[in-house]
């Protein structure tokens, strides 16, 4: 079993309303201790994975809503 104890959730503007709900759900499925952290504010577009906002955090995961480019 993979346990994460820090998710980086990427919103795209669109989505970013729901935010707290998913975290909300979230919180219920995961395991007590897994911190979450929304992330917003892209370099480039709501599109391309901020890894670099993930690494501020320190988090062992990613989760990106909506549309990605998968750019390099």
């Known amino acids: 079993v993979l346990t994460y104890e ?33 992330l917003a504010d892209t370099t480039y577009g709501s599109c391309c994975i901020d890894e670099v906002a993930a690494e501020h955090v320190s988090a062992d995961f990613i989760v990106h809503y909506g549309r990605a480019c998968l750019s390099p």
């Open 6 to 38: 820090k998710v980086a959730l990427q919103f795209p503007d669109e989505y970013l309303f729901d935010a707290p709900f998913v975290v909300s759900k979230l919180q219920k499925l995961c395991p007590e201790g897994t911190s979450f952290y929304i």
